[in-house]
């Protein structure tokens, strides 16, 4: 199946620094990709819909300065989250399809976020 | 906005027996699909299962089949012959039939398999 890899597994950061996520697929190409936030315990929520070539669609109440997203190619997006907060800290996902109907979202591994 | 209501938080079955865990869902759309996922203590999703709306026929993988019932918004997951490994959250969701669109989760339902 197709597979979806995540950067870095886990990133322990420092107040008010900025740290950035990259989210690739590897073997097919993502005109779209997704950005979930999850909390201990929840459910995947989704903060912004990413786009190739083009500017990121946020959900509301997701601050789009504070969460980057570029998506410069059919394969990577990165999702920058700048000047950290404690409350920043939580599990990102991202996913990614294949262009098309039948087709299924393939997750990346999770990014544990720790901001001390 | 399309919902996705799982009651369950948590569930428990034994080892060897079978269990269901309900979904249900609003939407306005007739074309879309539901997936059930699974997430271990990893947290990486795996995908169990998926139903397309328009296909009346359940759909089935291995030990894993749906019930879904289309006019009553309700997709629900039955495990049979569970094992130790099937032990994790599963995540109901809804997405629209383009594959443009997110996932839309459900809140999850934590399962156990006791021994």
């Known amino acids: 199946g197709a597979v979806v890899s995540q950067h870095p597994s886990w990133v322990i950061c420092k107040s008010g620094t900025s740290v950035k996520i990259e989210c690739r697929s590897l073997?097919?190409?993502?005109?779209?990709m997704f950005w979930y936030r999850q909390f201990p315990k929840q459910s995947l929520m989704l903060m912004a819909t990413?786009?190739?070539?083009?500017?990121?669609?946020?959900e509301q109440g997701v601050e789009k300065d504070k969460f980057l997203i570029n998506h410069a190619s059919l394969t990577l997006s990165t999702l920058t989250v700048t000047s950290a907060h404690p409350e920043d800290s939580s599990f990102y996902i991202c996913?990614?399809?294949?262009?098309?109907?039948?087709?299924?979202?393939?997750f990346g591994q999770g990014t544990r976020l720790t901001v001390v | 906005a399309q919902t996705v209501t799982q009651s369950q938080p948590e569930m428990s079955v034994q080892e060897a027996e079978t269990v269901t865990l309900s979904c249900t869902y609003d939407?306005?759309?007739?074309?879309?699909?539901l997936f059930w996922y699974k997430q271990p203590p990893s947290r990486q999703m795996i995908l169990v299962i998926r139903?397309?709306?328009?296909?009346?026929q359940n759909a089935t993988e291995n030990r894993f089949s749906v019930n879904f019932q289309k006019a009553a918004k309700s997709f629900s997951l039955k495990i049979s012959d569970s094992q130790l490994g099937d032990a994790a959250m599963y995540f109901c969701?809804?997405?629209?039939?383009?594959?443009?669109?997110?996932?839309?989760f459900g809140k999850g339902t934590s399962l156990l398999v006791t021994p």
């Open positions: 996913s990614a399809s294949r262009t098309g109907r039948n087709t299924e979202a393939f």
């Open positions: 073997d097919f190409q993502a005109t779209t």
């Open positions: 990413s786009n190739e070539g083009s500017k990121a669609t946020y």
């Open positions: 939407t306005s759309e007739s074309d879309y699909y």
């Open positions: 139903q397309e709306a328009y296909k009346q």
């Open positions: 969701a809804y997405r629209h039939s383009n594959s443009g669109y997110a996932l839309n």
